[in-house]
């Protein structure tokens, strides 16, 4: 019994010391989705302008509240009823708690880029077909043979196999496309499904089908490290739909709710699993139709930016926003920043340390862990 006691006080002391730590994580992405929603729900001027909301009676019936908790939570229920309230989070600017890019062009993939990587490439200028040179977190974890063939990326947008260099990384991308080898009856449904139905976009598909393959891939493989990113916001916003970019938001939440119920149903990740939300970018504010866009001052003022009228850049676009839950994260806590906003080029080191990984040993070059949701 004495050697028991001893043996098992010896396997509790000598446990990696993993107070905070997990073995999965999972990171969602809302492409461009504002801080403003996120925090304060729907816009009223946007959701009752007849140009922007022709479904204005609609979303006000669904999602508009006096009270802008409310509203927010109208909006985003899964968020704030389950990771706002079990998490930490951050980016409600008028509460004293910032999140930023910062890179210098505030659009997809330099977004994107700065929140895989970790790194602020300065080549990496634009939203062009290029193989990334810098490598993503989940490239850089499956040189580790603990994670080799055990992450994967599902994404909307089709600029994804360039931005983890599938050619080089070993990732597991399936990005825009069909799935190329179903692995099953509903794969194969889902493959029909996407080829019959209109996108309404020709480099982003139908959120539905990031999720659902995401979902089926997640259950049968069961990845330590998922990457999800959904893009509807950024494209119904883009084409001045309010109203669906409010419904794509909403969707979105409902999908995030159902994988992270899906986590806690599966062994291997039920309460092992960090999830961190954020987005690529925000969008303008002021003046009001510059809520369609997003693009510093140097990315609008390029020749054929489309965008020239805004000599200042589309101001407020570089402003994010980010939650967490997960083990060891503290519950229903805002981060408070003060003017120093938490940047994007941290969030890679953060989910390598919440795997108990030190992002020096992979690339010393990527932002270091926010250290505030460790403490
Ligand atoms: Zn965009």
């Known amino acids: 019994m004495k050697q028991f006691l001893l ?7 000598l446990l990696p010391a993993s107070i ?8 969602i992405t809302f492409d461009g989705l504002r801080w403003q929603e996120v925090f304060t729900g729907i816009d009223e001027n946007l959701a009752t302008h007849q140009d922007y909301s022709p479904q204005s009676d609609l979303i006000m019936q669904r999602f508009w509240d006096g009270n802008a908790n409310d509203r927010a939570e109208a909006l985003l229920p899964f968020i704030h009823q389950t990771v706002f309230a079990q998490g930490s989070y951050a980016g409600n600017r008028r509460d004293g708690s910032c999140a930023a890019v910062s890179n210098d062009w505030y659009f997809s993939y330099p977004g994107y880029s700065e929140i895989l990587t ?6 990496i200028d634009s939203n062009s077909k290029v193989p990334n040179t810098e490598a993503t977190f989940l490239e850089l974890l499956e040189s580790n043979s603990l994670y080799s063939e055990q992450t994967a990326a599902f994404a909307s947008w089709d600029v ?15 990005a825009f496309s069909i799935e190329a080898s179903p692995a099953d009856a509903q794969e194969i449904f889902l493959n029909k499904l996407q080829n019959a139905i209109p996108s309404p976009w020709p480099t982003v598909r139908n959120d539905v089908f990031t999720h659902q393959y995401a979902l089926s891939y997640l259950r049968r493989e069961q990845p330590k490290v998922l990457f999800i990113s959904y893009g509807e916001t950024d494209d119904f916003a883009h084409d ?7 419904f794509a938001a909403n969707r979105t939440d409902g999908f995030i709710k159902e994988i992270w119920s899906t986590l806690q149903s599966i062994d ?25 866009h997003h693009s510093s001052q140097q990315a609008t003022t390029r020749a054929n930016s489309g965008l020239v009228e805004y000599a200042d850049g589309i101001v ?4 994010t926003w980010f939650a967490v839950m997960g083990p060891g994260v503290v519950s229903g806590r805002q981060i408070q920043t003060d003017k120093n906003c938490i940047t994007s080029n941290r969030i890679a080191a953060t989910l390598m340390e919440f795997l108990g990984e030190d992002y020096r040993d992979y ?3 990527m932002g270091a862990p926010i250290q505030v949701l460790f403490d």
């Open 118 to 123: 970790g790194v602020v490439n300065p080549t």
């Open 20 to 27: 905070y730590g997990a073995d999965n994580v999972v990171l």
């Open 316 to 319: 407020g676009s570089e402003a």
């Open 363 to 365: 690339n010393p070059a």
């Open 7 to 13: 043996s098992f006080f010896l396997l509790v002391v």
């Open 240 to 246: 001045g739909k309010y109203d669906e970019y409010v």
């Open 160 to 174: 994804f196999p360039f931005i983890f260099n599938v050619e080089r990384s070993g990732v597991h991308v399936n």
């Open 268 to 292: 291997q990740y039920r309460d092992n699993t960090v999830l961190f939300i954020t987005v690529d970018h925000g969008r303008g504010e002021s003046p009001l139709h510059s809520w369609m």
